[in-house]
């Protein structure tokens, strides 16, 4: 008799400690990691916008640098004189194998652009079409440079892979909605369950509830939270494995009709909340996969995401309450991604942040690239201040000659043959006391005899004081145009 009573009592225990092998909200991590998708699902996934290249200030240099250039080149880019149409390749403007091929595209629009330059209202404006032949050409030496330099800014823009460069907002969003609740245009109250589970109805918790490839599987966050949450049909956790409201109405095990309808998946969904209306970045979606895989746990050779117990996840409290993924110790990343969904959405932040640094280099890209064109504007002023310079010193240079043509003259004042001989003219009364002054009709001959004089002078040491001086006057003279070169080159 008491054998029994023992035997009795010993079964209730057994009984109680079966269906209370899980606490209630065991799986309240899980949930809330599920549940950061579904809410998200409800925002606007931030999609950074690459700008393109600044075309406005790169064409810009190119046609500074092509109106400076000289005559001859530029006419080798048109048909004809008219500058109506423009050689397509150096092959029909028959200069090919010159290595120009490269830039073609860019001097042709230039060229283009530049014989049309009445209707471009800031190549007008540049002063580029009013230079002097001296001012083009010490424009042209710095805008050469700087139109090289833009070219090589150009080529250096962020160029990601098309499907990267061709997402949308619209797109990361149907990624998004997607991996959330099982179609690209699901709501919290329109979820299809096969769209969310990937697969037919197949009844069978323990077999649904494993991440693959293929079949009923947990094809989306709210499938998953529907192998986490749902009660069984045995030994069921009171109030739930992750909230009261996650429990659902019908439970579901292993019998065939059990499978999560709908309305389970909309009663799931709504019990996540929502952010509507709110922004979700790259890292918020990095955030959530990781905190949702750090939950995953391992048996010593299968992975499990809730909780397990003993012999699958079929939903009992005294087995599992979970979804199962097959040799996580193997390759944990692999079982994970075969959910297919995380999967997804690791390749979504991976082309957002492509998409952000590609957006911050196209910033700093066109930035130079702006800069470059204030720099070939202002070539086009210091062209023209130098120009100016240059046209001083000439001026300068012809009042020294002028001066130096008088000193020479008055060398021979005292000589009249001597005087006449330098080309001079004789105003004196006696053949020797002048003065010897210009003879303004033959400056020419006048210069050429007063540097033959100089040279003299020097090679005779230079003792003479105003010979010094002449000396000094020729030598700035005839260095001119070696300055002339220096500023130009």
């Known amino acids: 008799m008491l054998t029994a009573i023992v035997g009795a009592i010993a079964l209730c225990f057994s009984g109680i400690s079966d269906a209370a092998d899980m606490a209630a909200g065991v799986n309240r991590a899980e949930h809330g990691a599920l549940c950061a998708f579904v809410s998200m699902a409800a925002g606007t996934v931030q999609v950074p916008v690459v700008p393109a290249v600044d075309e406005v200030a790169y064409d810009y240099i190119q046609n500074l640098n092509f109106s400076t250039s000289p005559e001859d080149w530029q006419s080798m880019f048109y048909v004809d004189a008219t500058k109506q149409k423009v050689h397509e390749s150096p092959q029909e403007a028959k200069h090919q194998n010159k290595g120009y091929e490269p830039f073609w595209e860019d001097w042709k629009k230039a060229a283009a652009a530049v014989a049309k330059a009445d209707g471009n209202e800031k190549l007008k404006t540049s002063g580029a079409l009013n230079l002097n032949s001296v001012e083009r050409q010490l424009a042209h030496a710095q805008i050469q440079k700087i139109a090289a330099a833009a ?220 800069a470059k064109a204030e720099a070939a504007t202002a070539s086009i002023g210091e062209a023209k201040l130098t120009g100016k310079l240059i046209q001083a010193m000439q001026q300068t240079n012809g009042q020294n000659k002028k001066i130096d043509i008088k000193q020479f003259c008055e060398t021979h004042n005292n000589s009249k043959t001597k005087c006449l001989g330098a080309k001079c003219a004789w105003k004196g009364q006696k053949e020797d006391d002048g003065p010897c002054v210009v003879d303004e009709s033959k400056v020419a001959e006048q210069t050429n005899t007063a540097g033959a004089g100089e040279q003299a002078n020097q090679e005779a040491g230079g003792k003479d004081r105003q010979t010094n001086t002449t000396g000094n006057n020729s030598f700035f003279i005839h260095k001119t145009p070696l300055l002339f070169a220096f500023l130009l080159f």
């Open 151 to 370: 070219r090589k800014l150009k080529l250096s823009f962020p160029q990601p892979d098309s499907a990267t460069a061709a997402l949308t907002g619209v797109a990361a969003q149907q990624i998004l909605t997607k991996a959330a609740l099982g179609g690209e245009a699901a709501t919290a109250t329109n979820i299809d369950n096969a769209k969310a589970f990937g697969g037919s109805n197949s009844g069978n918790r323990d077999a649904v509830c494993e991440a693959k490839t293929s079949g009923a599987r947990p094809a989306s966050a709210v499938a998953a939270l529907a192998c986490v949450c749902l009660k069984g049909n045995a030994n069921a956790i009171t109030d739930g494995a992750c909230t009261r409201k996650s429990v659902g109405t019908t439970a579901w095990q292993a019998a065939a009709g059990t499978f999560p309808s709908n309305t389970e998946l909309h009663t799931q969904a709504k019990a996540c909340g929502s952010r509507q209306g709110a922004a979700v970045s790259s890292a918020d979606l990095k955030n959530a996969l990781q905190n949702l895989q750090s939950l995953v746990h391992t048996d010593g050779t299968d992975g499990y995401l809730g909780t397990f117990e003993s012999t699958g996840c079929n939903g009992s409290s005294g087995n599992g309450v979970c979804i199962k993924f097959g040799n996580y110790v193997a390759d944990g990343q692999a079982a994970f991604d075969k959910l297919g969904w995380t999967k997804d959405l690791r390749q979504l932040t991976q082309q957002l942040d492509t998409l952000a640094v590609a957006e911050k280099q196209a910033a700093i890209i066109n930035k130079f690239i702006q």
